[in-house]
Nanobody, 125 residues
Framework: QVQLAESGGGTVQSGGSLRLSCAAS??????MAWYRQAPGKGREGVGV???????IYADSVKGRFSISRDLAKNTLYLQMNGLKPEDTATYYC?????????????????????WGAGTLVSISS
């Protein structure tokens, strides 16, 4: 049974940093990703990473967020720096069992096979 468990959410002041983790179990994955959903808005992609370590980020987080992955631990990370109030959202870890360039993209919302329950990140101004 595949499980994705996010951790590391919380409340920080604007300009601060947070590091989210996603512990995966039950499978290996060709693509892993972070998505987020702000209150009253739809889900949006934050970024993705494949098994080769290649990353793609949404324009809104480029230069501030960094995705990394520990294949040995089957764990995904999201380092968030320079946080802004508009980054307030529930952040979700997602994974696709086999890599597919069409779906391994922050622009694709419905291409992932598995999703975590989410962790709330709140940025105060």
């Amino acid at each position: 049974q595949v499980q994705l468990a996010e951790s590391g959410g919380g409340t920080v002041q604007s300009g601060g940093s947070l590091r989210l983790s996603c512990a995966a179990s039950g499978s290996t994955f060709g693509c892993m990703a972070w998505y987020r959903q702000a209150p009253g808005k739809g889900r949006e992609g934050v970024g993705v990473i494949d098994n080769a370590g290649r990353t793609i980020y949404a324009d809104s987080v480029k230069g501030r967020f960094s995705i990394s992955r520990d294949l040995a631990k089957n764990t995904l990370y999201l380092q968030m720096n320079g946080l802004k109030p508009e980054d307030t959202a529930t952040y979700y870890c997602a994974a696709k069992r086999f890599y597919n360039s069409r779906y391994c993209s922050p622009r694709t919302i419905d291409g992932m096979d598995f999703w975590g329950a989410g962790t709330l990140v709140s940025i105060s101004s």
